[in-house]
């Protein structure tokens, strides 16, 4: 089956996010040589960081996503972003009591789904030490994002970089 050309063209838009924050030293050396984007048909398996296990698999003709971590703020985080960026429905995957990923469905924006996966990578790093990822004093972050709590320090700091970005991001 041929690729979808609109997969194509959002691997490649993740391609390049990932370059620019990558550039803004927003990931590890490890997760960023890490990253890939596979296609086929309508499927897109994106390589989010250097585990193994750390996939997202985009399905944009039904308009769904299949996020893997076994991270539960991230996959807090991941979830919300999905909900409040792309217009998904999200639910966290579950086996037992551990969250294994986020599941969304009807998705609205499939380019957000991307940004968001852009950002998914090294996320947990900067969750867990964010002044080695944002400065000591948070200099990288807007003044609003200097939240105590973690998942929300990192949504906010998420959807603040994604506005200074938009405009670069228009010309990927």
């Avoid at 993740?14 to 499927?43: H, I, N, Q, V």
């Avoid at 960026?85 to 966290?92: H, N, P, V």
């Avoid at 995957?93 to 969250?99: A, F, Q």
């Amino acid at each position: 089956m041929p690729t979808n050309p609109e997969l194509i063209k959002l691997c490649k838009f993740w391609d390049k996010l990932t370059e620019k924050l990558m550039e803004m030293e927003l990931y590890s050396d490890e997760d960023y040589d890490a990253l890939r984007c596979k296609m086929e048909g309508d499927k897109a398996e994106l390589r989010i960081g250097s585990v193994s296990g750390h996939r997202a698999h985009v399905f944009i003709d039904k308009k769904e996503l299949e996020y893997y971590d076994e991270n539960e703020d991230v996959d807090k985080v991941i979830k919300r972003l999905m909900e409040d960026r792309a217009g998904a429905i999200c639910e966290f995957m579950k086996e037992d009591k551990y969250i294994l990923g986020v599941r969304c469905k009807d998705i609205k924006d499939l380019e957000e789904t991307f940004k968001v996966l852009a950002f998914a990578t090294s996320m947990d790093l900067r969750i867990e030490n964010p002044t080695a990822w944002y400065g000591e004093e948070f200099e990288m972050l807007d003044r609003k994002c200097w939240i105590e709590d973690k998942v929300e320090r990192e949504l906010c700091a998420v959807n603040k970089l994604l506005e200074k970005l938009e405009a670069r991001l228009k010309r990927i």
